[in-house]
């Protein structure tokens, strides 16, 4: 990254702003800043206080944003090819140039966020009086240039007579203050008086704004876009973080191609793909509802790149596969538009996989991160993909990275492994190194609490595609029962239960006493014992007998008689080993069921979840309720 820290005069910038000869990069946020930020830069340049450094970015080198004029600017500065983009400070050069050069009202917030049209003015006599802050000494009157106190006009300058009378000069002159000047002399008849309050003005005020040097440190056009990419990414500290996206969006707005609109939809264009594969799984908050631009990018990456390797030929390395964010940048807008609709069609068709093995919903989705290797490898795979023996062996490969617990971290070059190896797994190569990889500790269903876990999101997953049925109407949990039932995972036996009887809470607030429920089973079950809320159940009438009930409960990998008997320790060992053959059957490993400590693909002390404590709520609730039913 090549570059220049200088000083630049302020009011030489503001020119090249209202020349167009320097702009923003399209993607650059509104200008926001409100009234009183508006009021303090001011005051700051007028007293020669810093106010941050410029970043610019000298065009015509690879990194080719889109420009667009700074606002507020005339109108035929949008059709100047400009020489500079501003990356950092574009907050401060355009609230500078609206305040000092534009000849129009400052449309801004006030403190409320509301809307405001202001005139801003600076109070000569209260600027160079050294006991008033010189903040208070900037005023900003209504668009009719009048200031109100409830419903009396308190200050008046709508004609420039008045601005005269009041010794209020408009901060849209600082840069051209002649024609001003002359008739305040001419309003006060060179008044000694004024004359002086004038001069003294001009040489303290308006001179601090015409010296006024702003650091800018400007980026050759030599600079390469990774470095362009992580500028944004350590300057833009406030307001929305510019990320990938954006910066590719700015790069192919260049070529005229919208980046933004091709994912978000809108318009003529229709739904944009981010609608498309969310509206693949029919059904409201599935696992693809919360995909975000920049999956979408890593996956068109992993794919552009993968390509890239295998046509490679000579005897020099072969390109990396990879999605690392400054290779997301190097993504050709050709080859976008080539790899779009197949990364399209592997989200979705990784979707449906999984929405048929009972991931239903967002929150059940263990890890948001793996989608992106598997939309890729549905991509590569292509037609292949729908063969049943492939599913078979995608579905090991996705509970392994689940119950492995390797999507976590340092997932880019588990991406780039994957893509690669997994395909070729499927073609009959080795096993990929998920799957080596992956091991599952049988302790580590001990410290499953959060239901932030991808392992504990795994487990309820598997439970229902095992065949569980609601304790109560002994339903199956068919996609259309979990929407309309509000299914979630809840103790069973309940927290007020387990703590009455001394049991820690290490023993019973984790995965194995927990189980898919509706909502309405929950509330019923209560805070009571197994023994007794088994038979609150049964006069639901939704299930005839016991010997039912047995058959249903049975479908949780939970004895029934150990219910009965409120047999807590018995029912937690084995159910340990049920969920354990779930796993198993899942990865195609064994567990470990050694006595080892655990370790950091098991942690203790997760954090409990928002979803943790609701549920005890819920229990609370049910208690209460089903002990009215039993006084009655």
Known sequence: ???????????????????????????????????????AILASVSRSFPVGTLMTLQTGGDVNFKPRPIEGTPTNAGTIAPDALVLDGQ????????????????????????????????????????????????????????????????????????????????TNKIFDSDQWQMGFANHWKFDQEKMTLWFAFANELLAAFRQYQMPVIALDRS????????????????????????????????????????????????????????????????????????????????????????????????PAVTAKRDDLLRIPLDRYKELAPRIEAGFVAAGRLLFSQHVYGVKDLPYQSQL??????????????????????????????????????????????????????????????????????SERLDTMTSRLSAAYKGVHVLLMQAGAKDFRTGQAFSHMVYFGENVD?????????????????????????????????????????????????????????????DAVISTHGINPKLLRMDNFDAFCAERREELLKLIEGATGKAAYRGEAAPTEDAPLGLAESDEDQEDEIVEDAGELAANDLESA
């Open 91 to 170: 907050q401060r050069i355009t609230s500078l140039y609206q305040l000092t050069m534009r000849q129009e009202v400052v449309v801004t917030r006030d403190v409320k966020k509301q809307p405001i049209s202001r005139w801003y003015y600076i109070d000569m006599k209260a600027a160079l009086d050294p006991q008033v802050d010189r903040e208070a000494a900037i005023i900003g009157v209504r668009e009719d240039r009048t200031e109100l106190r409830g419903f009396e006009v308190v200050r008046d300058l709508s004609t420039q007579e008045r601005e005269f009378e009041q010794c209020m000069f408009p």
């Open 223 to 318: 600079t390469s876009r990774e470095a362009v990419c992580l500028v944004f990414e350590k300057v833009n500290t406030g307001g929305e973080k510019l990320d990938a996206f954006e910066l590719l969006t700015a790069i192919y707005a260049a070529s005229e191609f919208d980046l933004r609109t091709d994912w978000r939809g809108g318009g003529e264009a229709g739904d944009g793909r981010a609608k498309r594969i969310a509206s693949g799984i029919p059904f409201p908050k599935n696992a693809l509802t919360q995909l975000q631009a920049t999956d979408f990018l890593q996956a068109v990456s992993l794919l552009y790149s993968l390509e890239r390797r295998r046509s490679h030929r000579g005897s020099s390395e072969p």
């Open 372 to 441: 992106v290797p598997f939309a890729v490898i549905f991509a590569d795979l292509a037609a292949d993909a729908d063969k049943h023996d492939v599913k078979q062996k995608l579905l090991r490969w996705w509970w392994c990275g689940v119950f492995g617990e390797l999507y976590g971290s340092a997932i880019e070059s588990r991406f780039a492994r994957d893509v690669q190896e997994v395909p070729a797994w499927v073609n009959g190569g080795e096993e990929p190194s998920t799957i080596r990889d992956a091991t599952f500790r």
């Open 489 to 549: 995972i809840h103790h069973v036996f309940p927290r007020a239960w387990c703590e009455a009887n001394k049991i820690k809470r290490s023993a019973y607030d984790n995965i194995i006493n927990k189980t898919p429920l509706f909502y309405k089973s929950n509330r019923t079950i209560g805070g009571s014992a197994p023994s007794t809320y088994l038979g609150r159940l049964l006069k639901e009438k939704a299930i005839d007998s016991v010997a039912e009930q």
């Open 1 to 39: 990254m090549s570059f220049d820290s200088t000083k630049k005069p302020l009011e030489e910038l503001l020119k090249q702003a209202r020349a167009g000869t320097l702009q923003l990069p399209d993607f650059q946020r509104s200008w926001v800043w409100r009234d009183d930020s508006l009021r």
